[in-house]
């Protein structure tokens, strides 16, 4: 079971803590306004904290300290940028995500290193993705067989610089695509591994724990 901190209890933000609860999860979430708890299922069992969800206190009140993802779904992207920063960079949050309105400004929360998600293609499913690892593995695409899936994966830093080439080599996967500044792009024999970019291989899906364990892991050294 791991800890999810939630910024924001508006309709998404709801459907994220139900749906981390009902995975097993503990859940925390924030808001300024406590009459946006009321949104929350009467059963729901996780944090309620009343507060400014950037600020350092109120998260620790929700438990950032020993969360495993944030995501930050307010209706303010500046605040969910700030927010997701101080997650990252102060309390050194593994996995985050910010939602935002203004698709221009991902290219620039993308060169910060923060997965965002724009409003006008954002699900909770998208987010989901990306803070759930067992929800990764549904992946965007199956063949009709249900052996081979599309889907995102997590590198460990010590890949960036390396060539798209070498992740395939290593984790025996094919690098469909990458997402960089928010856009798609076909990676080339030239192509390195870059920060912010988001990787989508296709792979077999009886290997998705074998690949997440290679791709968690520094690539391995020449002659090792």
Partial sequence: MAHYVIMGCGRVGVSLAHTLEDSGHSVAIIDQDDRAFRRLRRTFGGRKVTGIGFDRDTMKQAGIEGAYAFAA??????????????ARETFHVPHVVARIYDPGRAEIYQRLGIPTVAAVRWSADQVLRRILPEAGIAGDFRDASGQLVLTEVDLDPSWLGQPVSAIESAARVRVAYLTRFGEGIIPGPGTGYQEGDTVHVMMRLDDSSEVARILAAPPAKEGM
């Fill in 73 to 86: 779904v307010s209706s303010g992207d500046n605040s969910n940028i700030l927010a997701t920063r101080v």
